[in-house]
């Protein structure tokens, strides 16, 4: 199967940044996209951004001019570049990829298992 394993949050004063990054390793013949979703307590899990494996970007407008995603694709990685952190950017944020595990399947959504980010001073 596909495993995801996050690493780079922490706890960050507000205008800080952080780097988030994931690492997607097993049975992959395609990471068809790979992308950040958070979740705030009391809140519903929401995307924060996506790149496709043609580096074609997708971002939440709360976090448009701040965050940037990238990818490099030779080591299966994607990054999460945060700036300007605000209180509310406090939340569990979770990497994401969809992976064909075969020529012959269809894409399947993969979790990680979430790592904890505080913007507080």
């Known amino acids: 199967q596909v495993q995801l394993v996050e690493s780079g949050g922490g706890l960050e004063q507000p205008g800080g940044s952080l780097r988030l990054s994931c690492t997607a390793s097993g049975t992959i013949f395609s990471l068809v996209s790979m992308g950040w979703y958070r979740q705030a307590p009391g809140k519903q899990r929401e995307m924060v951004a996506a790149i496709t494996s043609s580096a074609i970007t997708n971002y939440a407008d709360s976090v448009k001019g701040r965050f940037t995603i990238s990818r490099d694709n030779a080591k299966n990685t994607v990054y999460l570049q945060m700036n300007s952190l605000k209180p509310e950017d406090t939340a569990v944020y979770y990497c994401?990829?969809?992976?064909?595990?075969?020529?012959?399947?269809?894409?399947?959504?993969?979790w990680g298992q979430g790592t904890q980010v505080t913007v507080s001073s």
């Open positions: 994401n990829a969809v992976v064909r595990t075969h020529w012959y399947t269809s894409g399947s959504d993969y």
